[in-house]
C-alpha cells in the first residue's frame, strides 16, 4: 500500500517488490476508503494533482494525457465506424474524454464499479472529469462483468481501462472476461486493454495474448512511456473479431489530430506503439502478427 510519510508519497505494491516511485508531497488533498479500495488526491510538487488507488498511482495532471490519449485513439482510429463504445472502470474521465473527441463515435457507454472515485475526479480533477459533460455519455455505476452478461452484440469497441490485477480489478485479465468481450462486441468490434508493464509482468502479459489469440483472429501489444507509471512503461492489449484488421496503421483520416488538442498521439507513434523490444517479441511469441491458432470458440470470430 502507499506510504504517505514525511512529506512524500511511495508506491508500494507486491506487484513490483523491492522498488517504489515516490513523489514529495506539498498536500493531501483527499483521503477516504471506499466500499472498494483506498482513494487518495494529493497535490505533487512535481507533478501536479494525483489520484492513487489502493497506493497505485492513477493519474498525474503532468502526463496522464500520454495514457488517456492512446487507451482511446489506437483502438477508435483502428475501426472503420466505431458508433458505439463502451469503457469498463475509467473512472477518472480520461477515456470518455478523448473518445468524446471522434465524431464518428455516437454513444458512450461507462461502467465503472466504485462511484467514488467518479465523484473524487468530478471534484478534485476537472481536467479529467471534463468528459462526463459529454453528451453522448450514458454512465452506469456497477460491474462491468454482470453489464456484458446482459448486453450482447451492442458495441463497436469496448475499452478496459483498469486498474492493476488485484483487488477489483483482478478479473478484468482473466480469459472468462475476455470472453465476455467477445460476445458483447459487433462483428468486427475490437477491444483495448490496459496490458501491464513489460518489465514487470511479461509472464501475465504472454498468458493474456495466449488466451486471447485463441479467442481472435487479430492480437497486438502495443506500448507506451508514462513516468509515473512503473518502469516508465505500460502496454495497451488490442483484439479484433475482424480477421482484416490491421492495428499499426490508422485506417481513419488523421487531418483532424491538429484540431483534437492531443499532445501524445499521432499517426507516427500509433504505428511505433506496436515495434517492441527483442526479448518481448521472443518472449510473447510474436503477439505482434496476426492469429495461426484455430479459433475454438463459438460466435464470432
Known amino acids: 500500500m502507499n506510504s504517505l510519510k514525511d512529506g512524500w508519497f511511495s508506491e508500494l505494491s507486491p506487484l513490483w517488490p523491492g522498488q517504489a516511485l ?90 465503472e464499479i466504485d462511484s467514488m472515485v467518479v465523484e473524487v475526479s468530478k471534484k478534485y480533477l476537472p481536467g479529467l472529469s471534463v468528459g462526463y459533460n459529454s453528451r453522448k455519455l450514458n454512465q452506469y455505476i456497477g460491474d462491468g462483468v454482470e453489464y456484458m452478461r446482459k448486453n450482447k452484440d451492442k458495441f463497436d469497441v469496448i475499452i478496459t481501462d483498469a486498474s492493476d490485477p488485484i483487488g477489483p480489478a483482478e478479473k478484468l485479465f482473466e480469459r472468462e472476461y475476455f470472453q465476455l468481450i467477445k460476445d458483447s462486441l459487433k462483428p468486427g468490434g475490437l477491444l483495448c486493454s ?43 492489449l488490442l483484439c479484433s473479431k475482424n480477421e482484416e484488421t490491421n492495428f499499426r496503421e490508422p485506417i481513419r483520416e488523421l487531418a483532424t489530430v491538429n484540431n483534437m488538442g492531443l499532445r501524445y498521439y499521432n499517426k507516427n507513434v500509433h504505428s511505433a506503439a506496436f515495434v517492441l523490444p527483442q526479448f518481448v517479441e521472443q518472449s510473447l511469441g510474436g503477439v505482434a502478427r496476426r492469429n495461426i491458432l484455430p479459433n475454438t470458440e463459438d460466435g464470432d470470430s
Open 194 to 236: 490496459q496490458g501491464e508493464s513489460m518489465w514487470l509482468h511479461l509472464e501475465l502479459i504472454r498468458s493474456m495474448s495466449d488466451f486471447c489469440k485463441i479467442l481472435f483472429p487479430v492480437v497486438e501489444y502495443a506500448s507506451l512511456c508514462i513516468p509515473t507509471y512503473p518502469c516508465g512503461q505500460i502496454g495497451i
Open 22 to 111: 515516490s513523489l514529495e508531497v506539498e498536500e493531501e488533498i483527499f483521503h477516504q476508503k471506499s466500499e472498494y479500495q483506498d482513494i487518495v488526491v494529493f497535490q505533487s510538487k512535481s507533478y501536479g494533482r494525483v489520484l492513487a488507488l489502493d497506493g497505485v498511482i492513477q493519474t498525474t495532471d503532468r502526463d496522464e494525457f500520454s495514457y488517456q490519449e492512446m487507451m482511446a485513439h489506437l483502438p477508435l482510429f483502428s475501426h472503420p465506424e466505431p458508433r458505439d463504445v463502451l469503457i469498463i472502470g475509467g473512472g477518472d474521465g480520461g477515456v470518455v474524454r478523448e473518445i468524446d473527441k471522434h465524431n464518428v463515435v455516437e454513444t458512450i457507454t461507462q461502467c
